[in-house]
C-alpha cells in the first residue's frame, strides 16, 4: 500500500506512464496519454518531469529502486523480478527490448549479484563447480528474463501473460526443475558444445 506522501500529482504520473510506456514502448507513447491516464493536464507532466525523456528516467529510477529494494531476502535475481510490482516487469521487460541505459545497467547488476550468489553456493556445497563463472550467470538471469522479453509467445503457450505473477512463478519453477535434477541423461550435448568451444576459441 502506498504511503500518503506517494499518493501525488508527480506519483500519479509516473504510474500512469509505466504502465504505458510497459504496454505500448517509449516511442508509441506520448505526454498526452500519460497525461489523460493520469487526470492530469499535458502541462502539468511537463512541469514535473521536463518531457517526456524526463519521464522515462523517472519510471528507470522506480524500476531500479523498486527491483534492488528486495535486500538480502531477495538477493536472488529470480526473487526479485518475481517480487516487483506487474507494472514493474511489464516495464522492465519493455526497457530490456529497447534496450535503454537503466535496462542495461539494471541487467549488469543482476548478472553480478547473481555471479556472487553462485559462488558463495559453490563455496557452500549447494552449486556445482563451473568453468566459466560469467558466462553461467549471464546465461542464468538470461534464461529467468527470457519469458518477460518472450512474452506475447510464452503467454500463448503458457495460457497467461509472464508479467503476471502465476505464469512466471510457473515457467520458473520448470525451469528451476531443470536446473536442480537435469533435463539430459547423458553429457553428448555438452561434449558437443565443448568440442565446438575449444575449437572456436581464439
Keep these: 500500500m502506498r504511503s500518503a506522501s506517494d499518493l501525488t500529482a508527480r506519483a500519479r504520473i509516473r504510474d500512469a506512464a509505466l504502465a504505458r510506456f510497459g504496454t505500448d514502448g517509449i516511442a508509441g507513447t506520448s505526454v498526452r496519454a500519460v497525461a489523460a491516464d493520469a487526470g492530469v493536464s499535458p502541462a502539468l507532466v511537463v512541469h514535473h518531469f521536463g518531457s517526456k525523456e524526463g519521464l522515462r528516467q523517472a519510471c528507470d529510477d522506480y524500476v531500479l529502486d523498486s527491483i534492488r529494494s528486495g535486500g538480502e531476502a531477495s538477493i536472488e535475481a529470480l526473487g526479485e523480478i518475481l517480487q516487483a510490482a506487474t507494472p514493474v516487469r ?51 538471469v538470461s534464461w529467468l528474463l527470457a519469458p ?30 531443470m536446473l536442480t535434477h537435469g533435463l539430459f541423461t547423458d553429457d553428448r550435448w555438452l561434449t558437443a558444445f565443448t568440442d565446438i568451444d ?5
Excluded: C, H, M, N
Excluded at 518477460?148 to 519453477?173: I, K, S, Y
Excluded at 575449444?198 to 581464439?202: A, D, I, L
Design 148 to 177: 518477460l522479453v518472450l512474452g506475447d509467445q510464452v503467454g500463448r503457450l503458457l495460457g497467461g501473460d509472464p508479467a503476471e505473477t502465476a505464469t512466471a512463478v510457473r515457467g520458473a519453477r520448470a525451469g528451476l526443475e
Design 90 to 140: 511489464r516495464y522492465l521487460a519493455r526497457a530490456l527490448l529497447d534496450d535503454t541505459p537503466a535496462a542495461g545497467a539494471l541487467f549488469a547488476e543482476i548478472v553480478e549479484r547473481t555471479e556472487t550468489w553462485l559462488a558463495t553456493g559453490e563455496e557452500e556445497g549447494w552449486v556445482r563447480a563451473s568453468a566459466d563463472t560469467k558466462a553461467r550467470a549471464v546465461t542464468y
Design 198 to 202: 575449444e575449437r572456436t576459441r581464439p
